[in-house]
């Protein structure tokens, strides 16, 4: 019993837990070097739909980690919010804001689930999910006498049918979530981004963002394996740029962003480089399959505060 009561309490509290987090982390927006400037607004104001204004959005977005676009090819532009949109976001009708990585507006949590609290929503699923099991589990043996005609004629008997009916349907439901949220990690993918696919330049990539199973798991997580399971944000980055499949590091242009362009492993296109936050560059570097230089490269990010990212060239 003793052990039962420390487990049930365990489970209550980091269920709790991540549901408070989950609630009261205000979703992430974009920085301001997403913003248009003063003049930029008042350029696109002057001019006329088409062409003209996705001009004055490419000159704003020339120096912005920005690598999706709509279907047409367009600059990716909230015009509610006046920004460029960095990739992966979106903007959320519900809160009226552009959300960073948004995946959905969840009414169960009454927030958008988003970059800053999606790991917490995911430790709200796993530990809703293993309190609801262990409470059919310790109340399956009653729920049997219930039937067997083993408990004793009281009131008390139908709430524990009614106990197990709950935990066990409420068990299913969210196993089946909880599942479906694992296989996006394990993708690098969102709920948005299952429905439509990222647009990069060159075509659409359902697996654009996909680095493999375990650096899409340390994107989410983080590279300390003790904060996994506990409700406190630990995610790579900061919401405004992910590294891609469709991209690699050349260290020879970290210093010179303008300098000649290199060329992808996969790809035949050429990418200048661009700037990406420290704490997701080295996800692109730390394997050996991603490139066969990768020593070369991690002596060449020393002393450098944006390493070098590469971006197709729009033809």
Same mark, same amino acid.
């Given at each position: 019993?003793?052990?039962?009561?420390?487990?049930?309490?365990?489970?209550f509290m980091l269920f709790v837990w991540s549901y408070w987090k989950t609630i009261f982390t205000l979703p992430m927006n974009p920085s301001?070097?997403?913003?248009?400037?003063?003049?930029?607004?008042?350029?696109?104001?002057?001019?006329?739909?088409?062409? &003209?204004?996705?001009?004055? #959005?490419?000159? /704003? =977005?020339? @120096? $912005?980690?920005?690598?999706?676009?709509?279907?047409?090819?367009?600059?990716?532009?909230?015009?509610?919010?006046?920004?460029?949109?960095?990739?992966?976001?979106?903007?959320?009708?519900?809160?009226?804001?552009?959300?960073?990585?948004?995946?959905?507006?969840?009414?169960?949590?009454?927030?958008?689930?988003?970059?800053?609290?999606?790991?917490?929503?995911?430790?709200?699923?796993?530990? &809703?999910?293993?309190?609801? #099991?262990?409470? /059919? =589990?310790? @109340? $399956?043996?009653?729920?049997?006498?219930?039937?067997?005609?083993?408990?004793?004629?009281?009131?008390?008997?139908?709430?524990?049918?009614?106990?197990?009916?709950?935990?066990?349907?409420?068990?299913?439901?969210?196993?089946?979530?909880?599942?479906?949220?694992?296989?996006?990690?394990?993708?690098?993918?969102?709920?948005?981004?299952?429905?439509?696919?990222?647009i990069f330049r060159h075509r659409t990539d359902k697996n654009g963002f996909s680095l493999g199973f375990s650096k899409n798991l340390r994107?989410?997580?983080?590279?300390?394996?003790?904060?996994?399971?506990?409700?406190?944000?630990?995610?790579?980055?900061?919401?405004?740029?992910?590294?891609?499949?469709?991209?690699?590091?050349?260290?020879?242009?970290?210093?010179?962003?303008?300098?000649?362009?290199?060329?992808?492993?996969?790809?035949?296109?050429?990418?200048?480089?661009?700037?990406?936050?420290?704490?997701?560059?080295?996800?692109?570097?730390?394997?050996?399959?991603?490139?066969?230089?990768?020593?070369?490269?991690?002596?060449?990010?020393?002393?450098?505060?944006?390493?070098?990212l590469t971006m197709e060239n729009e033809t």
């Amino acid at each position: 019993i003793f052990v039962c009561l420390v487990a049930y309490h365990i489970f209550f509290m980091l269920f709790v837990w991540s549901y408070w987090k989950t609630i009261f982390t205000l979703p992430m927006n974009p920085s301001k070097e997403f913003h248009l400037s003063y003049s930029d607004k008042e350029s696109l104001e002057r001019e006329p739909r088409g062409e &003209s204004q996705q001009e004055v #959005l490419r000159r /704003a =977005a020339k @120096d $912005l980690p920005i690598y999706t676009r709509t279907m047409s090819g367009a600059i990716r532009y909230c015009d509610r919010c006046h920004l460029v949109k960095p990739d992966r976001c979106h903007h959320c009708s519900v809160c009226d804001k552009c959300i960073l990585k948004m995946d959905h507006h969840c009414p169960w949590v009454n927030n958008c689930v988003g970059f800053s609290n999606y790991k917490f929503f995911l430790l709200f699923l796993a530990y &809703s999910l293993l309190y609801c #099991l262990f409470i /059919a =589990a310790t @109340d $399956l043996q009653y729920f049997i006498k219930f039937w067997t005609n083993g408990l004793p004629d009281t009131q008390a008997k139908f709430h524990i049918m009614f106990l197990f009916f709950a935990a066990a349907m409420f068990s299913v439901s969210l196993s089946s979530l909880f599942g479906y949220h694992c296989w996006l990690v394990s993708k690098n993918k969102s709920t948005l981004e299952v429905f439509r696919a990222p647009i990069f330049r060159h075509r659409t990539d359902k697996n654009g963002f996909s680095l493999g199973f375990s650096k899409n798991l340390r994107q989410v997580f983080g590279d300390e394996k003790k904060y996994w399971l506990l409700p406190v944000f630990s995610s790579l980055g900061d919401g405004c740029s992910f590294p891609t499949c469709l991209v690699n590091q050349d260290p020879e242009q970290a210093s010179t962003p303008g300098g000649l362009n290199s060329t992808s492993k996969n790809e035949s296109h050429l990418f200048p480089a661009k700037p990406l936050r420290d704490s997701q560059s080295h996800l692109l570097t730390d394997a050996p399959s991603w490139s066969e230089t990768s020593a070369k490269a991690e002596k060449g990010k020393v002393g450098m505060s944006n390493p070098a990212l590469t971006m197709e060239n729009e033809t």
